[in-house]
């Protein structure tokens, strides 16, 4: 468990990097499988280029030590992807998606056109030519690392003595440097307006700042991006108010009593929600003294969404006409500087809902009774959804963000009855402009007529995305895959350790793809598990799906619902167990033993009360018709020794 020096460890926020692989019936669509196969090959194709991108951070760490390593990898990660982005040069900025400003390079450098010309700046630390900055992938990362570089001194002096640095000690924490991340997100025009800024725009500051850190914190390993796993201090790099703002769930693990909270703050075990409590202990709107959680983060359409409003001049306080459909987007940027422009006064775009790719986070920033400007001669009936992420890079497309959006989608369907959720399309994604019938409700940009963008693309998953909308369709099949584990770790994208409620195992514990040992299909993910010298404590590991957060995860029918998955475990003494979100509370099942060095399918029946115990507020039965996978469990007497256990085919039959 991880050694914090204060109160607080951080427990499951969110899903990184998800597998985009088909999570529905048993046989898959051909246009699913093609994504499949063409999300392999970007795998391989990306693998070499990203090699390098190593080396350049290893370079870039070692000309500017001031800043932290695992740093420059996470703001790849949170811009790009490290993919080194190139727009279109014949694309102008009038064409642009909602006339984002450009992103350059594997780390996301602004050129101008509304943020700041962090291209220009860099090149000029550097002495090269901004053309250079722009399109070299080594340049790019030089130029970032210049830039944060300059930031992190301003607060830090003794960091501008390398030879001081270069010997140890006077190198900034992540957590130190939280304040120069927000000055560096470049969402500002000018350094003078970024002086002035004031609340309205650090809202998506923390943010870039806060996905900056959290990647760090989890630590990523998927398809060549290899983001460094380092535990964050996060009361020391936010305070309350902004981890609240964040919908952060940080907090402790109260062991006596099997509980999550603080003396002053708590989290609710379905929301997984940070809060207030107030002086007598009840959840408490900050500044008062009742229930309920921050008034000003809580959306009154969309309970799970944080509002913060676009900018008043970018949409129109009333409709002309009754909402009727549903646009889905692709931002062509980030979640951070999405909602940035979009509380820009000039840019004049906005969409009602921005949802985040990591963990599903959404954010309302129209009311859905109010006009976003998204979609030209189409906005006066439509809601849009923007999907942080670039059209040509299928990894933005995770679980948790399809997740998300469908749970954002099936609130419209249950007000609106003129957008049923079958209406949705569901066959091939397509490049370009694809103009759909009006009676097809739920689309894309590029299926609406008098459009000129072509979002969300060629690898935005319908099939996938119509199953989520409609749990049960898709030709009567009775087994829904939650993971297959062939194309990435699908929801189980945080390590073993990660977890507060994991005792027993150290943080060097990993949770990886495996193509050598396998159930079914190609591959498994192999959960190694090793012990914790410090603790004698058995092992109990709460292997989290969608880092336990219910928004990330696939709905489970209860009605004649059964979960289960395929395991192997390398030693004998192996039990195996899950955690269900319910509607009050998470639920633990039975465990089970399973044999050594054999593949056994092990399952536990949803509506079966002699299954389940109650573990967090649970009452030890699943009640809800509705609920979500919260982990698998693993459990093991306290050794020495590494076990190997490797689990396939998590799945729900109905």
Known sequence: MRGYSRILLSVAISGLLASTAFAGESTALPEEAALVEQLNVEEAALRPQRLAFQRYFKEAYARYPAVPVGTLESIAYVQSRWLNIQPDANESQTEAHHHMPAAYGVMGLYAGQGFADQVTAGAQLLGVSPALVRTD???????????????IRKDHPAADSRSRLKRGGNTPSPEEIRPALMRYAGFSASPVEAARASAVGDYARTSFAYDVLLAQDRGVNDRGIVVPERAIEWERAFDMDQLITQRAPMVRLDVANDRIETADFEIDPISETLRAKSADGRPTVKGTSGSGPDAGIQSTDYGPAIWNAAHSSNYNASRSAAVSAVAIHTAQGSYAGTISWFKNSSSNVSAHYVIRSSDGQVTQMVRNAHTAWHLRNQNSFALGI???????????YTNAMYNASAGVVRSFCAKYSSIPCSSAYKGAPSSGINVLPTSVKIKGHQHYSGQTHTDPGINWNWSKYYGLLNPGSGGGGTVKYLDRFESSVGHFNTSPAYSGSTTGISSASTATRDCST??????????LLKDNKSSSANWAVRLLSGSGNPGSNTALTRANGTVGFWVWSGGTGTSVGVGIDDSDGTERSTSKSVPANKWTYVSWSLPTSSNWNAWVGGNGAISASTVKMDAIWLYHANTAYDVNVYIDDVQIKN
């Open 386 to 396: 923007e999907h942080e992420g670039y059209v040509n890079n299928s990894s933005w």
């Open 137 to 151: 992938a080594r340049t790019n990362v030089l130029a970032a690392a210049a830039l944060l570089d300059a930031e």
């Open 518 to 527: 396998r159930k079914n299909g190609s591959c498994s993910l192999r959960v």
